[in-house]
């Protein structure tokens, strides 16, 4: 028998994350690697266990791997409990043959079993790709106060954006009335954030009902909640202010590193009041060269710097070569870049190695309207004098006459 659990939370993780291209050709969006020593799927997993969550399922689907062995035992993240703790859901196989998660909806469905092994009173339904801080626990406790059927966290976001989001519309309670998906004239500027919160014996009975509706896609957005909605639940918006990304672009990506050096963006990894756990080795000291030029960088342990990086990240492993030049950049681990090779406004995975006198990116201003940060894929080689153009994504090795 398991010990009862008030809440249970179920993390999404088995998106492919198509929008990031390279970055997730061998792993899952959420095993991709943030910040010098993160992985994206270390803030929802943080998040739970600051909030007093201790029974968390993580729904894996693709490219697992990586993601199964960094979750582990879920010990960096104090989730190794004997009766509780994290554990990794993925498809499996049944009396009918193996099926794989067909929607949001049908991956909780799938895995009703393990939530009523806890018989918990509400289940917390959480993405595993968004870089954000949030306590949990303050949208369960709005749950209870307003004795909700469903709260779904809301971003407050400029209305010109609007449009991009799933909107809420809602009663000056916060009650609401109607969903709105990418609306092209939006009434409120209540955006999604894809986190709910639901009373697990009302949701265990819509989730039946979606599984056998033919006609469903089994997601979430599309089904469930408006299935909620008609039927006359109670839904409530629950508000969050504080920094929040989905890192679902190549550029949001980017964006959300390069925000690590900006005091002023909101999101404090420094705070330990408020931890952000990671299963991060062991390694030995960042080492800086004498000759080395360091500017507003976070450059993580296990590092090696001789040239000059400039509002860059660095993973641990990271190699800049004597006379080699980084900017508004991020290495992530193992990444080499060698001497005299120039990466601007770029991202480059793990272990790709940009060989002597390459240029990876170039900054706006010198570019043409289609700019954008170049990438280069993991374990990939730009080859000595190879150039790789803003915008542009490296799925095999570079040689020297190459993209030019």
């Known amino acids: ?176 009335y109607e969903f709105d998906e990418k609306p092209k004239h939006p009434k409120s500027t209540k955006a999604s954030m894809g986190i709910y919160c639901f009373t697990w014996q009302k949701l265990r009975k819509y989730l039946i009902e979606d599984e056998e509706n033919a006609d469903s896609k089994h997601d979430f957005g599309m089904n469930v909640l408006p299935a909620m909605l008609n039927s006359g639940e109670r839904m409530f918006a629950f508000e969050f202010e504080g920094y929040w990304k989905d890192v679902g672009t190549i550029q949001s990506l980017w964006e959300a590193n390069m925000d690590l050096l900006n005091p002023d963006s909101g999101l404090k990894l420094n705070d330990s009041s408020w931890s952000i756990y990671s299963r991060t080795p062991i390694l030995p000291p960042q080492y800086i060269g004498e000759d080395a030029k360091l500017t507003t960088s976070l450059v993580a342990d296990g590092s090696v710097v001789f040239g000059d990086v400039d509002h860059s990240v660095l993973f641990p492993g990271a190699k800049v070569a004597k006379g080699a030049v980084v900017k508004q950049s991020v290495l992530m681990p193992g990444a080499v870049v060698e001497e005299g090779a120039v990466v601007e406004y770029a991202i480059v995975s793990e272990n790709a190695v940009v060989k002597k006198n390459a240029k990876v990116g170039s900054a706006p201003e010198n570019t043409e309207a289609d700019w954008g940060i170049a990438v280069v894929g993991s374990d990939l080689t730009v080859g000595e004098g190879a150039v790789v153009k803003a915008n542009e994504i490296i799925y095999e090795d570079v040689n020297g006459g190459d993209c030019k």
């Open 1 to 176: 028998m398991f010990p009862k659990q008030e809440t249970v939370a179920m993390l999404l993780a088995g998106g492919q994350g198509s929008r990031l291209y390279v970055l997730t050709s061998k792993v899952a969006k959420p095993a991709v690697a943030y910040g010098g020593k993160y992985r994206i799927i270390d803030f929802p997993l943080s998040n739970c266990v600051n909030s007093g969550i201790n029974a968390v399922g993580v729904l894996t689907q693709y490219q697992p791997l990586l993601l199964n062995e960094y979750i582990g035992n879920g010990q960096p993240w104090d989730l190794d409990g004997s009766n509780s703790g994290v554990t990794v859901l993925p498809p499996y196989q049944r009396s009918k043959g193996a099926d794989w998660y067909k929607g949001t909806a049908n991956a909780i469905y799938q895995n009703i079993a393990y939530v009523d092994r806890y018989n918990p009173d509400y289940v917390v339904v959480l993405s595993g790709d968004h870089i954000y801080k949030m306590d949990y626990s303050e949208m369960i406790a709005a749950h209870k106060e307003r004795n909700a059927d469903c709260t779904i966290a809301v971003l407050d976001v400029p209305i010109e954006e609007a449009s991009r989001f799933g909107i809420l519309n809602t009663n000056p309670d916060n009650s609401i």
